[in-house]
């Protein structure tokens, strides 16, 4: 399991850790503390619930840490003309007479939602590296194909805003 994260994704997903094992860690335990001394753990819905919390919290931690030890750090810059990461496309979509912007992010970051397009989704693999203007062939998976045209690309700035998918 490589995951392409960018040295943003890492700090954030360091900082997410951080705040798991010193803020949500001890309270998830107080609260399992809490919920015990209530009695008859069979019939316990608070000690329950509280448990599931606290593993809840630690599955999140191991996954985390893992995905930064298996990590293949990739470079956030591109040329000032060409689509990148974090840059935002404004992309034509030829067969619905559709425009869109998306941002392209790693699939960490990716909601397509919320206009957040992963390098590694059909789309996102096939606009890199081109400009506005290029009319661009995507691949679908399953087969075949759609076309769409690079209109406008901004060079945003990886403010750390982007939230991290959790999975």
């Not at 015990?36 to 931690?61: P, T």
């Amino acid at each position: 399991m490589n995951n392409e994260l960018t040295k943003q994704d890492i700090r954030k997903m360091e900082e997410e850790i951080e705040y798991r094992k010193l803020v949500v860690r001890p309270a998830a335990l107080e609260d399992v503390k809490t919920a015990r001394a209530h009695g008859d753990l069979s019939e316990n819905f608070e000690y329950h619930a509280a448990k599931k919390v606290k593993n809840q919290n630690e599955s999140r931690i191991r996954y985390l840490e893992r995905m930064i030890k298996t990590a293949v750090i990739v470079s956030d810059e591109s040329a000032e003309d060409e689509v990148g990461m974090n840059n935002t496309v404004e992309v034509f979509f030829e067969e619905d007479n559709l425009t869109e912007k998306y941002k392209l992010v790693t699939t960490v970051r990716g909601n397509s939602l919320e206009g957040l397009i992963s390098t590694e989704s059909p789309l996102g693999k096939a606009l890199l590296g081109h400009k506005a203007g290029d009319r661009v062939c995507v691949e679908l998976p399953g087969g075949g194909d759609y076309y769409v045209v690079v209109k406008s690309i901004e060079n945003t700035i990886d403010d750390g805003t982007d939230k991290l998918r959790s999975f």
